[in-house]
């Protein structure tokens, strides 16, 4: 729900009630999506945006570990989309994943599409978004996945829960927006807002102000379920006058910590316990953009409030200490502090021994486009790689056996080795374009680097992962060295998740066992890139039993 204030035990057992089917085990949970244009009001004036029932944020599906979900999506816009569930895994069955010209044909305008997919051994909060375009800029949600019935938290049991989407807003049309950038060759314009809950907040520069508002009592446990919606700006997150404490990352729980602050980048999400036992008042919800190197961001604060029961709109908010948008010390503190819970109950099973490394170079370049603004236009790649979409979608090629949309001879590390964060700034060298995906056996351990590179501009990449969780088992600044690194690996309690920052000018390790067929798509979550081609998919071919095998296509897939 967004813009009004919760009596928030009572709204939570409500929303339970209505929308839990009652089962011992598991429960068939339907909804219904309308994707629609609706004029909505923000920042002083209305336009037209791509909704979802009329939604901004869109509706919140709510689950239980071991539930079937279908949600039966029908496209009113006039643009094609398809909605990716972000972070559910998707267990043999691709065709639920969304990304469009990857598991599906988008769903054409006036058009329906089914989508029918089982939550297993998750739970946690998640999130659904257009997977297509730009649009997830309006076309987001919420995901809540709770534990089986009687089984509880591994920490303190909160006494209501309240969801937060941090997102960005462009007065104008985002596609329109995107399709003149793409024709100029330059980077689209910034966001003019970021939101809480699809609202800027107080402080935005306009007379007539959004404002997202929670009610709290005193002296309760609050836990709030913080998504990531943005499309080019990382986040930080804190509330005035009081801590946090995280107990959630990605729908993982995580070894519990203290904090006055957050950052989330796109695509994340994270759980936090705030206890209300300040002096009551109003307190604001401060989010703001993080970026380490000089390249222009949306330097707007959201904010939200925070206001105990029986205080009055008149008193003043308190206001956060806020974070500088560069607070690098900030940033490795918190992402050292975050490991798994590594619990008899929810183990950390890390891959000890791996069946295939692979070395992956991320980063931006520039390629000649002669009707382009300067003659260039920004391009993204992976080992030189620059991602192009297909016409057919690559899992229905796959399954169908249809040839020539791609190959299977993704490089497993680049083609040229240079110093990787140390080389000149516009240097060239000769990105290839294609549709290369990454060949991997079946249950395959697999540790991926990701290594930023310099070769346009540095900076930090968030990269998401379809179909798996993976564990960050080391990063560090600079060039990873295969001989001296891997022996500062944690292997242990490495946190576990979707979606990594791979920090500015340096690298990132995963792992992760490749027990899930299909074609699984990997890419920065920052939109722009995503749109400049900065992603690969994975191919992971089927088990040799039929239960580790893609599931057949449903017979509503959409055609392209």
């Given at each position: 729900?967004?813009?009004?204030?919760?009596?928030?035990?009572?709204?939570?057992?409500?929303?339970?009630?209505?929308?839990?089917?009652?089962?011992?085990?598991?429960?068939?949970?339907?909804?219904?999506?309308?994707?629609?244009?609706?004029?909505?009001?923000?920042?002083?004036?209305?336009?037209?945006?791509?909704?979802?029932?009329?939604?901004?944020?869109?509706?919140?599906?709510?689950?239980?570990?071991?539930?079937?979900?279908?949600?039966?999506?029908?496209?009113?816009?006039?643009?094609?989309?398809?909605?990716?569930?972000?972070?559910?895994?998707?267990?043999?069955?691709?065709?639920?994943?969304?990304?469009?010209?990857?598991?599906?044909?988008?769903?054409?305008?006036?058009?329906?599409?089914?989508?029918?997919?089982?939550?297993?051994?998750?739970?946690?909060?998640?999130?659904?978004?257009?997977?297509?375009?730009?649009?997830?800029?309006?076309?987001?949600?919420?995901?809540?996945?709770?534990?089986?019935?009687?089984?509880?938290?591994?920490?303190?049991?909160?006494?209501?829960?309240?969801?937060?989407?941090?997102?960005?807003?462009?007065?104008?049309?985002?596609?329109?927006?995107?399709?003149?950038?793409?024709?100029?060759?330059?980077?689209?314009?910034?966001?003019?807002?970021?939101?809480?809950?699809?609202?800027?907040?107080?402080?935005?520069?306009?007379?007539?102000?959004?404002?997202?508002?929670?009610?709290?009592?005193?002296?309760?446990?609050?836990?709030?379920?913080?998504?990531?919606?943005?499309?080019?700006?990382?986040?930080?997150?804190?509330?005035a006058g009081h801590n946090m404490t995280v107990v959630e990352i990605d729908a993982v729980y995580c070894r519990p910590f203290s904090t006055h602050a957050l950052l989330?980048?796109?695509?994340?999400?994270?759980?936090?316990?705030?206890?209300?036992?300040?002096?009551?008042?109003?307190?604001?919800?401060?989010?703001?953009?993080?970026?380490?190197?000089?390249?222009?961001?949306?330097?707007?604060?959201?904010?939200?409030?925070?206001?105990?029961?029986?205080?009055?709109?008149?008193?003043?908010?308190?206001?956060?200490?806020?974070?500088?948008?560069?607070?690098?010390?900030?940033?490795?503190?918190?992402?050292?502090?975050?490991?798994?819970?590594?619990?008899?109950?929810?183990?950390?099973?890390?891959?000890?021994?791996?069946?295939?490394?692979?070395?992956?170079?991320?980063?931006?370049?520039?390629?000649?486009?002669?009707?382009?603004?300067?003659?260039?236009?920004?391009?993204?790649?992976?080992?030189?790689?620059?991602?192009?979409?297909?016409?057919?979608?690559?899992?229905?090629?796959?399954?169908?056996?249809?040839?020539?949309?791609?190959?299977?001879?993704?490089?497993?590390?680049?083609?040229?080795?240079?110093?990787?964060?140390?080389?000149?700034?516009?240097?060239?060298?000769?990105?290839?374009?294609?549709?290369?995906?990454?060949?991997?056996?079946?249950?395959?351990?697999?540790?991926?680097?990701?290594?930023?590179?310099?070769?346009?501009?540095?900076?930090?990449?968030?990269?998401?992962?379809?179909?798996?969780?993976?564990?960050?088992?080391?990063?560090?600044?600079?060039?990873?060295?295969?001989?001296?690194?891997?022996?500062?690996?944690?292997?242990?309690?490495?946190?576990?998740?979707?979606?990594?920052?791979?920090?500015?000018?340096?690298?990132?390790?995963?792992?992760?066992?490749?027990?899930?067929?299909?074609?699984?798509?990997?890419?920065?979550?920052?939109?722009?890139?995503?749109?400049?081609?900065?992603?690969?998919?994975?191919?992971?071919?089927?088990?040799?039993?039929?239960?580790?095998?893609?599931?057949?296509?449903?017979?509503?897939?959409?055609?392209?």
């Amino acid at each position: 729900m967004v813009g009004c204030c919760f009596s928030c035990s009572l709204w939570f057992l409500l929303c339970l009630a209505a929308l839990f089917i009652v089962s011992s085990e598991s429960a068939l949970n339907r909804y219904q999506f309308d994707v629609q244009v609706k004029n909505v009001s923000r920042l002083c004036h209305a336009k037209p945006i791509v909704t979802v029932n009329g939604r901004f944020p869109g509706p919140t599906i709510y689950a239980r570990e071991g539930d079937r979900v279908v949600v039966n999506v029908t496209n009113y816009a006039q643009y094609n989309l398809s909605i990716h569930w972000h972070g559910l895994k998707q267990f043999r069955n691709g065709w639920a994943d969304g990304p469009a010209y990857i598991t599906q044909c988008p769903i054409q305008s006036g058009r329906s599409y089914v989508y029918d997919f089982n939550v297993t051994d998750q739970r946690g909060t998640l999130w659904w978004h257009a997977h297509i375009l730009w649009l997830r800029a309006t076309v987001h949600g919420a995901i809540v996945v709770m534990p089986k019935r009687g089984v509880p938290y591994p920490f303190p049991q909160p006494d209501a829960e309240l969801n937060i989407v941090l997102g960005e807003w462009w007065h104008k049309d985002v596609e329109v927006i995107e399709s003149q950038a793409n024709s100029l060759g330059v980077p689209p314009s910034l966001s003019d807002a970021h939101t809480i809950n699809g609202k800027p907040g107080p402080l935005f520069p306009c007379s007539e102000k959004h404002t997202y508002a929670m009610e709290v009592e005193s002296n309760k446990t609050y836990m709030l379920r913080i998504i990531s919606a943005a499309l080019n700006d990382q986040l930080f997150f804190n509330i005035a006058g009081h801590n946090m404490t995280v107990v959630e990352i990605d729908a993982v729980y995580c070894r519990p910590f203290s904090t006055h602050a957050l950052l989330l980048a796109p695509g994340q999400t994270t759980n936090v316990l705030v206890r209300t036992n300040q002096v009551p008042g109003r307190y604001f919800v401060a989010a703001k953009p993080f970026m380490d190197v000089p390249i222009p961001v949306d330097n707007k604060t959201a904010t939200g409030i925070l206001q105990y029961k029986g205080v009055p709109n008149s008193v003043v908010p308190s206001m956060p200490p806020l974070l500088s948008k560069n607070d690098v010390g900030f940033v490795k503190s918190f992402n050292d502090k975050l490991r798994s819970l590594n619990s008899p109950q929810f183990p950390a099973n890390v891959p000890l021994q791996i069946d295939r490394h692979l070395f992956f170079t991320v980063g931006l370049g520039r390629d000649p486009c002669p009707t382009c603004l300067n003659g260039t236009r920004f391009i993204g790649a992976i080992n030189n790689i620059t991602f192009t979409l297909p016409t057919v979608a690559l899992l229905q090629a796959h399954y169908s056996r249809i040839s020539g949309v791609f190959t299977r001879d993704f490089p497993d590390r680049p083609p040229t080795v240079f110093n990787f964060t140390g080389a000149p700034l516009k240097a060239n060298l000769g990105t290839k374009v294609g549709t290369r995906l990454s060949w991997i056996p079946f249950n395959s351990t697999v540790e991926l680097v990701l290594q930023g590179t310099n070769l346009v501009g540095v900076e930090s990449h968030p990269f998401h992962l379809h179909g798996y969780n993976f564990f960050i088992v080391g990063r560090g600044i600079g060039n990873f060295d295969p001989d001296k690194d891997p022996a500062s690996f944690n292997l242990i309690d490495p946190p576990e998740r979707n979606t990594i920052a791979v920090p500015t000018g340096g690298w990132t390790a995963i792992r992760f066992r490749a027990n899930n067929p299909g074609v699984w798509f990997m890419h920065c979550h920052l939109e722009v890139h995503t749109t400049w081609g900065l992603s690969t998919a994975f191919l992971v071919e089927n088990g040799d039993r039929p239960e580790d095998s893609l599931l057949p296509p449903p017979m509503d897939l959409p055609p392209c």
